[in-house]
């Protein structure tokens, strides 16, 4: 059997726990270490998470990243931080998976163009990609709406706590933009020609009062190949949302989840859920709007993990090129669009 890939973690808040939660669903990936600016919020992570004495405690990232002791890094850090990280993670020999958004495209570059020269893979922690239902989708959207002419994506979740991170423009600079607008981007991206560029774009940012923090944006752009997004992603909304919306000349699909899986990735898991599909074609009254159950033997943000574990067995393989490519892609529309934002 292929030994478990040994994963090094650094950051130790919310995201982290979840993801430490899925790894006791694999055999594919083990924590060997868990770093935190202090010691204690290291151990308390590992023993919060039941990771087990095989989780080394470190209270420096840099004494983490030069231990023989992991093969990988998983890194949960503020944005701004995780540039630093990741190059040097790559320049030790690690693989990266690390969360999203980065803090600029050249920033993403950078650690892309690290991973390459030390021949260590690359994965960004989107989770809806890794779905069997995206998959699915990647397949047949052609077939099931035509040629995709519109897309529009809203992602809200109620955070204006002012103490979160979220809320402090120095860590994240783009807020709720980089946050939750990365998904209505990854979409667009999963689901047009690779070579589609920004042709305009009009976003409206709305920021906290108290914070200064970027709590809202909604706008809409157009690519070259004349398919349009719109999308609404926003902390100060009181509730969650996830909808995608792919329209087309023969009909559209519409997910109530795209972005968490309603089964475990979300912050109320419904066990035993299944993810759906649901499509119009025509002129219809509900009844002829039909939904297609998409199981999925395990969780998305347990197949991520699994197929980090994957690239990591051929790092300089197709796949984990084509893992750089759409991350790539994401960050650079994000900043284009980023730049076309204006105050509310």
Request: aromatic content about 6%.
């Amino acid at each position: 059997m292929t030994p478990p890939l040994r994963l090094g973690f650094v950051g130790t808040g919310y995201i982290a726990g979840m993801v430490a939660a899925a790894l006791r669903e694999t055999e594919s990936v083990v924590v060997a270490g868990v770093a935190s600016r202090n010691m204690s919020r290291a151990v308390a992570f590992a023993e919060a998470n039941a990771l087990g004495a095989q989780a080394r405690p470190f209270d420096d990232w840099r004494a983490l990243v030069a231990w023989e002791g992991i093969d990988a890094l998983y890194i949960a850090t503020p944005t701004t931080a995780r540039t630093e990280i990741a190059v040097a993670a790559a320049n030790a020999g690690k693989h990266v998976l690390a969360e999203k958004p980065f803090t600029s495209s050249a920033a993403h570059a950078a650690i892309v163009e690290a991973c390459r020269a030390n021949g260590v893979a690359f994965l960004d922690a989107t989770h809806f990609v890794h779905h069997p239902r995206h998959l699915l989708l990647r397949r047949t959207l052609q077939e099931r709406i035509g040629t995709l002419l519109a897309l529009n994506a809203t992602f809200t979740f109620p955070s204006m706590d002012r103490s979160n991170i979220r809320h402090d423009p120095s860590l994240e600079p783009t807020g709720a933009w980089g946050d939750m607008g990365w998904y209505a981007m990854r979409a667009l991206v999963e689901f047009t020609p690779d070579d589609s560029t920004l042709t305009q774009a009009l976003a409206i940012a709305r920021r906290d009062a108290q914070s200064g923090a970027v709590v809202r944006s909604d706008g809409v752009l157009q690519l070259s190949g004349g398919c349009t997004a719109t999308w609404d992603v926003a902390f100060d909304i009181g509730t969650c949302l996830m909808d995608l919306h792919l329209m087309g000349t023969d009909g559209r699909v519409r997910l109530d989840d795209f972005v968490l899986d309603w089964a475990g990735g979300f912050a109320i898991p419904l066990a035993g859920h299944v993810a759906e599909v649901e499509h119009q074609h025509g002129v219809v009254n509900p009844s002829g709007i039909t939904v297609e159950r998409v199981p999925a033997i395990r969780r998305q943000l347990v197949r991520l993990l699994e197929n980090f574990a994957e690239l990591s067995r051929d790092p300089r393989g197709e796949a984990v090129e084509a893992s750089m490519r759409a991350s790539q892609r994401t960050q650079q529309l994000l900043d284009e669009v980023w730049a076309r934002h204006v105050s509310a």
